[in-house]
């Protein structure tokens, strides 16, 4: 199989004998990280509260249902090998692994990146832009040209960063959901490396990811919100299937003149706040997902669509309505 072949390179060619694809991997040694997320939201838990009173064990996420994304099982030391590839310009030892034209490809920007939203977090002075190139994030940092990528799934958050020219690079891995410490040590091993200042950047960090989640849950009341407006047509108007090609189907259900959403075998009951805006929470493992769900309409007044921020930094997501 592919996944085989891929495998017999990193161990023969790269030495990364300890990375693999699947959890089933994982399972089969002692020596490996366990999965946490915090026990409430990362803006109230304080500095001073103990492992564990702010954090719980979760499932390992079934990484083999998000295919690349996250199936790569690894370690420092793995990893570490890994980056010497991409800054030997594709070599391993001796042997050309890669094309050097195709390294150096995927090192160039090849995509703007908006410097608001799910990125704002990481534009300051030390970084004031960033691209895309091919599977990599390009920024200048402190006047060097950086590559990195960050990682995260269920009960984990990573990063892996190097700069081509200077020969340097550093990993970070941690075993905890959406949280800002990768993106913390490595910028602050850089500035070590090269004599610069160091700059605080955990607090900075930790409210602008506050800022993100919160702001799927709507933010502050708006007027709207405060005079309780009604919706804007009968209940079982908002009932029935809506679909989205890449997250897929959420049904709306009206029982008893109350609403409730599937989603992915889960049900959530929905409250409404204010107009055609209603609100359902979604248990995941790494934590509660809160929806602030807007139905619209179509030109003919039938309530057709509905849009929802589904992950932070990333536009509301429109569902489409099914047709019966």
Request: charged share 20%.
């Amino acid at each position: 199989s592919s996944s085989s072949a891929a495998s017999d390179v990193y161990k023969r060619q790269l030495g990364m004998r300890n990375s693999s694809f699947f959890i089933d991997d994982i399972n089969k040694t002692d020596n490996h990280s366990l999965p946490y997320a915090l026990k409430k939201d990362g803006s109230d838990v304080k500095t001073d509260d103990s492992l564990e009173h702010s954090v719980r064990k979760i499932p390992f996420h079934p990484y083999n249902t998000t295919g690349p994304a996250s199936c790569i099982n690894s370690n420092l030391e793995d990893m570490a090998k890994w980056i010497m590839v991409h800054l030997n310009e594709g070599r391993a030892g001796e042997t050309q692994l890669i094309f050097r034209g195709t390294i150096k490809e995927t090192h160039s920007p090849q995509m703007s990146i908006p410097t608001e939203g799910e990125f704002e977090p990481f534009v300051c002075e030390a970084t004031p832009m960033i691209s895309y190139g091919l599977g990599w994030v390009v920024q200048p940092f402190n006047g060097r040209m950086m590559l990195n990528h960050s990682g995260g799934v269920d009960g984990f958050s990573t990063i892996i960063s190097f700069m081509p020219k200077e020969k340097v690079g550093v990993v970070v891995l941690t075993n905890m959901i959406t949280n800002m410490l990768p993106y913390i040590v490595a910028f602050n091993y850089y500035d070590r490396l090269f004599g610069s200042e160091q700059v605080a950047r955990g607090k900075k960090l930790r409210e602008s990811l506050n800022a993100l989640l919160k702001g799927m849950q709507g933010g502050t009341k708006t007027k709207a919100a405060k005079m309780n407006l009604l919706p804007s047509h009968p209940l079982k108007d908002y009932a029935g299937t809506y679909s989205n090609p890449a997250y897929g189907d959420m049904t709306i259900i009206l029982k008893d003149n109350k609403f409730y959403a599937t989603y992915r075998n889960m049900k959530s009951p929905m409250k409404h706040l204010h107009c055609d805006f209603f609100k359902s929470v979604f248990p995941f493992p790494s934590g509660d997902l809160n929806l602030r769900i807007r139905f619209d309409m179509n030109d003919a007044g039938e309530i057709n669509v509905f849009s929802a921020p589904m992950q932070p930094g990333v536009y509301e997501i429109r569902f489409k309505k099914v047709a019966k």
